[in-house]
């Protein structure tokens, strides 16, 4: 498995639906960084073009990687090791096609459920079993820019719970994903429609 | 379905195994309504015995459910509006069994596997699916006091993602153990050994 995730802070929608670029927030980071840690992931990718933003971010993960809290928390510095800050997804791609030497399949998460195309999670799974090099793209505030959501090569079916809520946070929406996509067995990995 | 969640801030350990009562966090109440909402859980019980953080929390539901966050974003207040907050473990099965006609199944999650005897999320799946009263309890801090996991009727199996690592926030642990008991097929919602 050669999976890799990015965050996505621009452009993401704001409650009005204009573009904009969101902040960094620490317990994104965190959250993220442990379930990557908890699924494999290879590197988990915070992408921001804001300059203060990208300082930010580099000041959390060198408090807890070499820092204080490196020694103060073990289990964060392991998980926080796996972040890696990035301008943009085109960055994000060409730095993962670099280590992986291809580039990366690009899977799109939208809280949307897609008219048509969408992947499903039996799918997403064969995909990334697959030996294929493949990112999975969350965005934070309101979501993707549906621009960059079609870009991608596949847009994931949305979580969905049983009811007619879809408004998780992209911390809780992220765990299930992955852990659908990973933490269980092939022929269980997808809902049974 | 007649399923319920609560989040204990004590009896609860902290980083070096003493109990304590932790602090409500604001990401927390979010993010577990919003889940409870998604998987149409009954009620999220918060519960500290601690005066000032039940007045916080309380001052926290009124901004979302009656306040300004109530026409600010109404997804929050549908979310927001599942919480009730509780002094203690023992009160909020008492207003469980009041509210249902009986006495709720306590199922303790723990990150630890157990020596013995903990649940398969099959097994659970069963239990909430044949129509029991069940509360799936979540601690906060580094966790619940054993004696309470003890106390309950089951604890769960940890969440695993094929790691060796298992330090999920309580956000994303209650996400993926939602997801595992709800959003799927009963066939589908065990890990296959």
């Not at 590197?43 to 070499?66: C, E, N, S």
């Not at 993962?96 to 799974?125: F, H, N, R």
């Not at 991608?152 to 765990?175: C, K, M, Q, W």
Request: net charge positive; glycine share 6%; proline share 3%.
């Amino acid at each position: 498995m050669r999976l890799y995730i990015g965050l996505l802070h621009y452009p993401v929608y704001n409650k009005n639906y204009k573009i904009i670029a969101s902040a960094i927030t620490n317990t994104d980071l965190h959250d993220l960084a442990r379930l990557a840690r908890t699924y494999g992931i290879k590197k988990f990718f915070v992408i921001t073009p804001l300059r203060d933003q990208q300082v930010l971010a580099g000041r959390i993960l060198k408090h807890w990687t070499t820092g204080y809290g490196a020694t103060y928390n073990q289990h964060r510095k392991e998980a926080l090791a796996l972040i890696a800050i990035s301008p943009s997804l085109e960055e994000t791609i060409r730095e993962i096609s670099e280590m992986e030497g291809k580039k990366p399949l690009i899977i799109a998460t939208d809280a949307q459920k897609q008219k048509t195309g969408s992947l499903t999670y039996s799918k997403a799974v064969e995909i990334i079993r697959t030996e294929n090099v493949v990112m999975v793209m969350f965005g934070t505030a309101w979501g993707l820019d549906k621009e960059v959501v079609d870009q991608a090569d596949f847009i994931l079916d949305p979580v969905e719970g049983g009811t007619n809520y879809n408004h998780l946070s992209v911390r809780t929406a992220a765990a299930i994903i992955l852990d659908r996509l990973v933490g269980r067995s092939p022929n269980c990995s997808q809902e049974e429609k």
